[in-house]
Antibody, heavy 119, light 110 residues
Framework: QVQLVQSGAEVKKPGASVKVSCKAS????????INWVRQATGQGLEWMGW????????GYAQKFQGRVTMTRNTSISTAYMELSSLRSEDTAVYYC????????????WGQGTMVTVSS | QSALTQPASVSGSPGQSITISCTGT?????????VSWYQQHPGKAPKLMIY???NRPSGVSNRFSGSKSGNTASLTISGLQAEDEADYYC??????????FGGGTKLTVL
């Protein structure tokens, strides 16, 4: 079936970087954009950016510009999100999601990856 | 880009209908027919319920419907059921070519 499977939980120290993976299966990876969304505990959803797996083109929310990098490896149908200069406020569950309507509707979501930033 | 405005909570009894509003600006909700709604149960990933203002993905109950008037989009759930109790988020495409979410609404089924 169509699914996105993310890498496991991470614990990082402030100032470090984290790279989360998102492996697609059940569909043609390069046919749908992948977006990343995060959610701090008890808080709402926060959009981080998008990536076109075919071209590698990306777009990031202004808040994360300079700290986030979204990449992909088409040979293994996997997208990556790397966030650098981590601070405690980055502690959250990070989700990858497939874009259904080529614009903004996220129809398939990964299970989420908990990233904890703590000294 | 500011988050879209949703009520923090709404409630209803089984069988009733409820509506959740999502207010933005002419640069997002009002400017595009790209509003989506998501349902999220505790500890789970969000689920797409409505896209392009009023379209339902395959498999989503027709008890869920979406609409838009001006800068405000709405999600209506009719025939409320216990399993509808969840958090609901709206989102919109914006003139900055980004996506913005609402703050979320907690639906309680009494």
């Amino acid at each position: 079936q169509v699914q996105l499977v993310q890498s496991g939980a991470e614990v990082k120290k402030p100032g470090a970087s984290v790279k989360v993976s998102c492996k697609a299966s059940g569909y043609t990876f390069t046919s749908y954009d992948i977006n990343w969304v995060r959610q701090a505990t008890g808080q709402g959803l926060e959009w981080m950016g998008w990536m076109n797996p075919n071209s590698g083109n990306t777009g990031y929310a202004q808040k994360f510009q300079g700290r986030v990098t979204m990449t992909r490896n088409t040979s293994i149908s996997t997208a990556y999100m790397e966030l650098s200069s981590l601070r405690s406020e980055d502690t959250a569950v990070y989700y990858c999601a497939r874009v259904y309507n080529a614009i903004d509707a996220f129809d398939i979501w990964g299970q989420g990856t908990m990233v904890t930033v703590s000294s | 880009q500011s988050a879209l405005t949703q009520p923090a909570s709404v409630s209803g009894s089984p069988g009733q209908s409820i509506t959740i509003s999502c207010t933005g600006t002419s640069s997002d909700v009002g400017g595009y027919n790209y509003v989506s709604w998501y349902q999220q149960h505790p500890g789970k990933a969000p689920k797409l319920m409505i896209y392009d203002v009023s379209n339902r993905p395959s498999g989503v109950s027709n008890r869920f419907s979406g609409s838009k008037s001006g800068n405000t989009a709405s999600l209506t759930i009719s025939g409320l059921q216990a399993e509808d109790e969840a958090d609901y988020y709206c989102s919109s495409y914006t003139s900055s070519s980004i996506v913005v979410f609402g703050g979320g609404t907690k639906l309680t089924v009494l």
